[in-house]
């Protein structure tokens, strides 16, 4: 049983046994799915079993699942400092950048603002109103450093008097560096338009609150950092937007209130952005997994070991011949991106994980490998695969000994 309140010897094993994935290899991918505690899986089968036996069509099922919902709704509330009423339900980070991005009321010549560094759930739909409504869309050119100065000045040439909506990340999925927020936030409104943030690699990874930050929308996923199942996920909506953005997709579960005329009355908050029903079992293992990690593992525990060990993750990497981290160790969050000189990052990850049996990713648009380093990763793990690092780097894919796998694994896994 995890707690609190363990001393670091003790908590860690406990979480990784909480965690049955952190056994299937060196987990350094939380940034694209997190590990699901055993805790989750059990509460969603189990509710599973109710559906299969009892089915879902009865009224007491129903409101069973109204208070499911409000469950999930606080807990993440809870981790981003809110209130339960400004938060809506979603399917993905990508459903919550469609509403912020839809809500605006685009007219023809109008502008959105996003960076050169921006992942395609937050981009696609400013493709869309741009395509579908002849909004302008201009990219502020950042670099991989993502310098503050540098990112604010190269905002405040693109946010023009037309610009409605400023649409970003707040960690970058690529580059992995923070982004000034609460300084784009008071540039952005500023200029009268909205900001829209992406918190797909911020949320569960290092402290976020999103009343001091600013944002008017700020999308969130659950499979990720938080740790929840596939196909969830929440969108804050500020108070003083909600009267402000159009409804684009809208449903019974827009409205306090609907008759046959269509004269209805929305809700008064954030969940006017729902559409109508979510896979219970699903919004179920999003609220026990958010409610896991700040109950029973601890937020700013979380926050400080991802931070340290991320931090030694990329300092290890750095002193490598041969490889270049692109993060910068002043901004970061839990991902470090880096590249090995001489390999492409596929064939390079595919020696990682043939030899040290990491579970990563690439980033194609940097031509660089991607890890997520979690609070339930070891010293001992991240050892391991930096010397999977150094021998790749030491050799070229023509030249590197097919028997090396033996040597970098001969420690075993911890």
């Known amino acids: 049983m995890v707690g609190p309140f363990m001393p670091d010897d003790e908590k860690v094993p406990a979480i990784r046994e909480a965690l049955p994935a952190t056994a299937a290899g060196i987990y350094l991918n939380t940034g694209s799915a997190g590990p699901l505690p055993r805790e989750t899986a059990r509460a969603m089968a189990e509710l599973e079993g109710i559906e299969l036996r009892t089915g879902r069509a009865d009224l007491a099922y129903w409101k069973d699942s109204t208070e499911r919902m409000n469950e999930a709704r606080a807990a993440v509330a809870a981790v981003l400092g809110t209130e339960l009423r400004r938060m809506a339900l979603t399917h993905a980070t990508t459903d919550g950048m469609n509403v912020a991005t839809w809500a605006v009321d685009w007219r023809a010549g109008d502008r959105a603002v996003t960076t050169s560094l921006e992942h395609a ?58 982004l000034p927020i609460a300084e784009i936030a008071a540039l952005t409104h500023s200029r009268g338009a909205l900001l829209a943030v992406d918190g797909a690699q911020a949320v569960g990874a290092i402290p976020v609150s999103v009343e001091e930050l600013g944002a008017d929308f700020y999308a969130v996923p659950g499979q990720k950092w938080l740790l929840g199942p596939e196909g969830t996920g929440a969108l804050y909506c500020a108070p003083s937007v909600l009267d402000r953005p159009r409804l684009t997709f809208a449903g019974y579960a827009s409205f306090e209130s609907i008759d046959q005329t269509a004269e209805g009355k929305p809700w008064p908050d954030a969940r006017r952005f729902e559409v109508a029903g979510f896979h219970q079992p699903s919004v179920l293992g999003f609220a026990r997994s958010t409610a896991w990690l700040s109950m029973y593992v601890g937020l700013n525990w979380i926050y400080e070991r991802t931070a340290r060990l991320a931090g030694e993750a990329a300092e290890m990497l750095a002193e490598i011949p041969g490889v270049e981290v ?14 090995i000189a001489g390999w492409a990052p596929g064939p390079a990850l595919h020696e990682l994980a043939q030899r040290t049996l990491v579970i990563a990713r690439t980033i194609p648009p940097l031509k660089a490998v991607r890890i997520s380093v979690g609070f339930f990763n070891t010293e001992a793990e991240l050892r391991r695969f930096c010397d999977g690092v150094a021998l790749v780097a030491a050799h070229t894919p023509e030249t590197i000994p097919h028997r090396a796998r033996i040597e970098v694994l001969r420690g075993g896994m911890d």
Not at 327 to 338: I, S
């Open 121 to 178: 759930g937050a981009l696609a739909p400013l493709w869309a109103v741009r395509d579908r409504q002849g909004v302008e869309l201009a990219i502020a050119h950042i670099g991989t450093g993502s310098d503050p100065a540098d990112v604010l000045a190269a905002l405040d040439r693109a946010i023009t008097p037309n610009t409605r909506l400023v649409s970003l990340s707040h960690v970058s999925w690529a580059t992995g560096a923070r």
């Open 326 to 339: 692109l993060t910068p160790r002043d901004r970061m969050a839990g991902l470090v991106t880096f590249r």
